[in-house]
């Protein structure tokens, strides 16, 4: 089983010494062997045949077999493999919890066999690096970045662990493929352009939005929020009960309320995946104090076709959800940011219409 583990100094991969011994030269047994292989030839020349060429060994043909843990780096595997890859996310469904999930014996199975296994790491999917084949390549978004068990593990909303899966993947199936290796370049540059306009958009809001602030039910889109240039507000009691699974302490609690009360954040961020008691008295709170809602799922939504896609609609989303309320906030005028900022969850709501299902926009 291979690791590939993106480093300073490149990917390092096991080889074998070679021991060479010199050989030692008979004078009768080379004159017998050089005799032979004249009347070899002779023979050969007088049948007027032709000596066969041991065949060389096969090139790898296509496609190549790639199981993902989850949908999220599925997505990004098909969009750098195209039609030279086939790929299985073993994991897609928007209304199963990752945490808790435990493979069936099929999906053990599909692991077993897939040439590549693309992996988030972190330990948000431990199960599927846990039965693999022995010639199996891994990849992994954790070892990409070097994130490790404890940190936080939704990693596909950081640009830095896309864009470092992104090369790892290109790398892993050129290696398995040589043949498409100009393809999977090729794919590569087209995703990050994409990636590029992506980073381009968040880019902009963080400059036009300096000192916009979230609370958070669950920390699921921690770097997302990271790169849009927000600064995490949410209590610190809270965060490690939401971290840990636990149910917070009602002093937590409500000093996430009074926070949301006093509008001290622009937007509440809401994992759809982790619903509890707690989150829906903050979602309620948030509702009746102006201050909007986007909810985000930890699976990539069925409705989007692209991790791309679905990254860029999330910032143009948020973008439209929280920038009402911070140009409200600043105005001179005097005009009530509760009931503007209400109005900014109301049109990005509408503006899901389309994609209510989709674990994107804002909530109620």
């Not at 370049?185 to 087209?190: E, I, M, P, T, V």
């Not at 619903?275 to 948030?286: C, E, I, K, P, R």
Request: proline share 4%; net charge negative.
């Amino acid at each position: 089983m291979t690791i590939r583990r993106r480093t300073v100094d490149g990917i390092f991969e096991e080889g074998s010494d070679m021991n060479i011994h010199p050989h030692r030269l008979v004078t009768g047994i080379a004159a017998i062997l050089a005799t032979g292989m004249l009347m070899a030839s002779s023979a050969c020349g007088t049948g007027g045949g032709s000596q066969s060429e041991r065949p060389s060994a096969k090139e790898p043909t296509g496609p190549i077999t790639v199981v993902a843990s989850i949908n999220q780096w599925g997505s990004l595997a098909e969009q750098i493999g195209g039609t030279d890859v086939n790929v299985t996310s073993i994991l897609s469904s928007t209304n199963v919890d990752a945490h808790d999930f435990e493979p069936k014996t099929s999906d053990v199975a599909k692991l077993q066999k897939a040439q590549i296994i693309v992996s988030n790491g972190a330990g948000y999917d431990s199960w599927a690096t846990k039965s693999v084949g022995r010639n199996s390549t891994i990849v992994s978004a954790a070892e990409t970045v070097g994130a490790m068990e404890g940190d936080n593990p939704h990693l596909w909303f950081s640009k830095d662990a896309r864009n470092g899966m992104a090369t790892e993947l290109t790398e892993a199936f050129s290696k398995a493929l040589p043949a498409k290796k100009k393809a999977f370049q090729s794919r590569l540059k087209a995703w990050q352009k994409e990636e590029k306009a992506i980073e381009k958009s968040m880019g902009e809001f963080a400059a036009n939005h300096k000192n916009a602030t979230y609370g958070a039910t669950e920390a699921v889109a921690y770097y997302l929020m990271s790169d849009m240039g927000f600064q995490d507000d949410t209590p610190k009691g809270f965060a490690r009960s939401a971290a840990s699974g636990g149910e917070p302490a009602p002093a937590d609690l409500q000093e996430f309320q009074s926070l949301i009360e006093s509008q001290g954040i622009s937007v509440l961020v809401n994992n759809t995946q982790e619903s509890s008691d707690a989150t829906n008295m903050l979602t309620g709170t948030a509702g009746r104090a102006g201050v909007p809602v986007f909810d985000v799922s930890e699976q990539m939504p069925q409705a989007y076709t692209t991790l791309t896609d679905w990254i860029a609609d999330l910032v143009a989303r948020l973008d439209k959800t929280v920038s009402p309320a911070i140009i409200d906030d600043s105005d001179e005028s005097g005009s009530s940011n509760g009931k503007d900022g209400a109005s900014a969850k109301n049109d990005a709501g509408n503006s899901a219409d389309d994609k209510s299902d989709t674990g994107a926009g804002s909530s109620n």
